[in-house]
């Protein structure tokens, strides 16, 4: 049975550069765990005791992917006959260190969709002659995709990178949404958010004072009171945050987002404040811009804000698209 696999090792894979963050989060949890080796977008730990499969029920802003460790091949076959041989029912994705990225290879996952509960290998090409194996069991919050990079370009018609931002923390969490969400987003112009969520069919608050997108504007309305009910829209709110009101937002909002370039502290105390106004809002994706990664250690301090608006499952996740960012996702 997986819970039985023991190993001395687990590895992390990481986007390129946020090496040390990941360690010092590690230690700033208090999980005892030692560095053992390290490369670009790779990073293992060894503990006092054995890791097991559950010793991955850790969350990590900053590791994509965390995994039992079984072990370094010379070749990529040798490295699936070791996931084979602990797991042979295993689905096996393969990523690799590739134009100075952590890369998922997304032919490896085919059309197989991994249900909570399954056991994963991935197999990590470091270089012509290193391969190294691991396993980890799928659960909620965790992305199905190989190496946690869902591989997704850019829509043609998009107005920024936020649209991937957007788009990845939806598919990394298993987010959906519907007709019946409205989403108050900060720091919205041009659009790129705001474009994916009507493209997955919600309406969207925008809170910015510069000017939107074209592309975005063609689903505004005029009138937040005479919003429609039979497709998504867009309300530009042309304020500063700070001066948004809870007119301003009507009845009915169901998440709050940010992409403001702002501190934490800053978003989150606007967080709050809107969802004092909008009492309905159950949800949260905010992007933390960091001015140093190193300033994960402070995490605890951002649950902890969240929390006290009345958050139960909260997540902090560097994605594959983000550089000095992180996703906060907080539901009710």
Not at 228 to 250: I, V
Request: aromatic share 8%; with cysteine.
């Amino acid at each position: 049975m997986p819970q039985s696999i023991k190993s001395e090792f687990i590895f992390a894979l990481s986007n390129p550069g946020s090496e040390k963050a990941l360690k010092l989060e590690a230690e700033a949890m208090g999980l005892g765990w030692r560095l053992s080796y390290q490369r670009r977008g790779f990073v293992t730990f060894k503990a006092n005791a054995p890791f097991s499969i559950d010793s991955l029920d850790v969350a990590l802003g900053c590791a994509r992917r965390l995994c039992l460790s079984l072990g370094k091949s010379p070749t990529r076959e040798a490295a699936i006959e070791l996931i084979r041989a602990s797991q042979p029912a295993a689905i096996v994705h393969h990523a690799r260190f590739h134009e100075r990225k952590m890369q998922g290879c997304q032919e490896s996952s085919g059309a197989a969709v991994p249900k909570f509960g399954q056991i994963i290998g991935t197999v990590v090409e470091l270089g012509p002659d290193e391969f190294w194996a691991g396993i980890h069991r799928h659960a909620p919050f965790l992305s199905p995709y190989p190496a946690g990079d869902a591989g997704i370009a850019m829509a043609a018609d998009s107005p920024s990178r936020a649209w991937l931002k957007l788009e990845e923390a939806a598919r990394f969490f298993d987010l959906e949404f519907t007709r019946k969400d409205i989403v108050a987003e900060l720091g919205c112009a041009p659009g790129g958010v705001v474009l994916a969520l009507l493209n997955r069919g919600a309406s969207v608050i925008g809170v910015d004072p510069a000017k939107m997108a074209d592309v975005v504007l063609a689903s505004a309305i005029a009138e937040r009171e005479n919003a429609p009910n039979d497709r998504p829209w867009f309300f530009h709110c042309r304020k500063p945050a700070a001066l948004t009101s809870k007119r301003d937002l009507g009845q009915g909002v169901t998440w709050f987002m940010s992409d403001m370039n702002q501190s934490p502290e800053v978003v989150l105390k606007e967080c709050a404040r809107f969802c004092k106004m909008a009492p309905s809002i159950h949800g949260v994706l905010i992007t933390l811009k960091l001015t140093d990664l190193l300033q994960v250690a402070d995490k605890a301090q951002w649950f902890a804000s969240l929390a006290e608006m009345g958050f139960k499952t909260i997540r902090l996740q560097q994605l594959s698209v983000h550089h000095k960012e992180f996703a906060l996702l907080a539901l009710k």
